[in-house]
């Protein structure tokens, strides 16, 4: 079933940060979702999965083909794509509506197994992408475009030594701008003051 982004307002006459001004699809999907804090683990698993799936191309490659990935890597489920194998690798690598490139499929059925296993022994996803930074989001300074951050480092190290790959800082910092770890709209981006403004929310309830 195709996922539909939230419902928004009409923000037409809104500032917005510079790269969401094109691409309608660019433009929807910063405004619902870029940076908003997501604290769903099989959420947070499949965006740094899609994120490394970006590694050499642009974002808005991702964004056209998602529903297609969605629909070949079985819902992102990662039980499911746990259990593939050559025969779903070889169909994959057959795929006109994804990326084909056979070193990060794999690398999406190893994170798979990597996130089962990590759930196996009682570790939640989510609990441990949020643990690098209390459990709150972080404002960054949304002007200086910078590709990765010490924290980026931090987290990407952490994910290695897990088992992951394409996980490398700015991979990995893409990734925290997108699900919200960091909220890095530009100043004057509307969705700077809505997503701080819940950050102040999950600050004071966080332990």
């Known amino acids: 079933m195709k996922r539909e982004l939230p419902t928004m307002p009409d923000t037409s006459s809104c500032e917005r940060c510079s790269w969401a001004q094109g ?22 698993w499949e965006m740094l999965m899609l994120e490394g799936f970006q590694a050499g191309l642009a974002w808005i490659t991702i964004l056209r083909k998602r529903e297609a990935f969605r629909a070949a890597f079985a819902g992102f489920d990662p039980v499911k794509i746990a259990a593939f194998g050559k025969r779903d690798v070889d169909r994959l690598m057959a795929d006109p509506g994804i990326v084909r490139a056979r070193a990060k499929i794999e690398a999406t059925i190893r994170g798979a197994q990597i996130y089962c296993d990590m759930h196996d022994r009682g570790e939640d996803f989510s609990t441990f992408c949020w643990s690098f930074t209390g459990g709150a989001p972080i404002l960054g300074d949304g002007e200086s475009r910078v590709a990765s951050t010490a924290l980026s480092e931090t987290i990407s190290k952490a994910l290695k030594r897990r088992g992951f790959t394409f996980v490398g800082p700015t991979i990995t910092y893409a990734w925290m701008q997108a699900v919200g770890i960091v909220n890095d709209h530009s100043l004057r981006c509307f969705r700077r003051r809505v997503d701080s403004e819940r950050a102040r929310g999950m600050a004071a309830t966080t332990p």
């Not at 929807?28 to 959420?43: C, I, L, S």
């Open 23 to 44: 691409d309608p699809l660019m433009r929807d999907y910063h405004d619902a979702e870029w940076g908003v804090p997501q604290r769903n683990a099989r959420m947070l």
